[in-house]
């Protein structure tokens, strides 16, 4: 639901909420790293609890993966009218969000329906999730092509494949220009790819200069 910041303390915030004319509690552990809530600012909320008792029974999140689902549902009417499921959202919570979608009826342009005429529709969700980032990524059957789908902004083209030879590494080749592109949030990505993927190996992230190193060893 919406709501306008009332009032904020040093371990929360009193949302106005514009549904019910009621007060929302916004708790400090359920804020995103790096958005800062402010005086009056108008914001979307999942409600995360209502207690029984105490002055503010309604708890508010924005931190919770459903809040980015049902955030979705609402920019996306296929995603609600089942047409097209999220598989999954490989998420840090105000980094960036990586969000699995597969249509479940013939579609000519998946990403194209969820992403909307001009970018409207995924361009709502990108601004009230700001900072953090949304990709939207096609489901793959292959566990292969779904890890590379899942490492944009490269192309596929920029991407290879290669096993290590004492099989306990999965070895993505990037361009060294984009290397740090890839490496970016410090791993943690990574482990919620293996995770999603359920790889028995670790990614390691090489250059072609690094691959072409290995082999004169």
């Known amino acids: 639901m919406e709501g306008i910041i009332q009032e904020i303390n040093p371990q929360y915030c009193l949302v106005g909420l514009l549904d019910h004319k009621k007060i929302g509690y916004w708790e400090k552990s359920e804020w995103l790293p790096d958005d800062t809530p402010q005086l009056g600012q108008s914001r979307r909320f999942l409600v995360k609890e209502v207690k029984k008792a105490g002055p503010w029974p309604i708890i508010l999140t924005r931190r919770e993966?459903?809040?980015?689902?049902?955030?979705?549902?609402?920019?996306?009417?296929?995603?609600?009218?089942?047409?097209?499921?999220?598989?999954?959202?490989?998420?840090?919570?105000?980094?960036?969000?990586?969000?699995?979608?597969?249509?479940?009826?013939?579609?000519?342009?998946?990403?194209?329906?969820?992403?909307?005429?001009?970018?409207?529709?995924?361009?709502?969700?990108?601004?009230?999730?700001?900072?953090?980032?949304?990709?939207?990524?096609?489901?793959?059957?292959?566990?292969?092509?779904?890890?590379?789908?899942?490492?944009?902004?490269?192309?596929?083209?920029?991407?290879?494949?290669?096993?290590?030879p004492n099989h306990k590494n999965k070895i993505v080749v990037v361009p060294t220009q984009k290397k740090s592109l890839v490496l970016a949030y410090e791993g943690k990505l990574f482990r919620l790819i293996e995770n999603y993927l359920n790889l028995p190996v670790r990614i390691q992230i090489r250059t072609p200069e690094e691959i072409n190193q290995i082999g004169k060893r």
Do not use: H, Y
Request: proline residues 6%; aromatic residues 2%.
């Open 65 to 164: 993966e459903k809040f980015l689902r049902q955030l979705l549902e609402i920019e996306i009417p296929e995603i609600a009218q089942k047409k097209i499921t999220i598989q999954a959202i490989l998420r840090l919570p105000g980094k960036i969000s990586k969000v699995v979608v597969r249509s479940l009826e013939p579609l000519p342009n998946l990403l194209g329906v969820c992403i909307g005429k001009e970018g409207k529709r995924i361009q709502n969700v990108v601004q009230e999730m700001s900072p953090e980032k949304i990709e939207l990524v096609e489901w793959q059957e292959s566990k292969d092509k779904m890890l590379i789908k899942l490492l944009v902004p490269l192309s596929e083209k920029e991407i290879s494949i290669l096993q290590s």
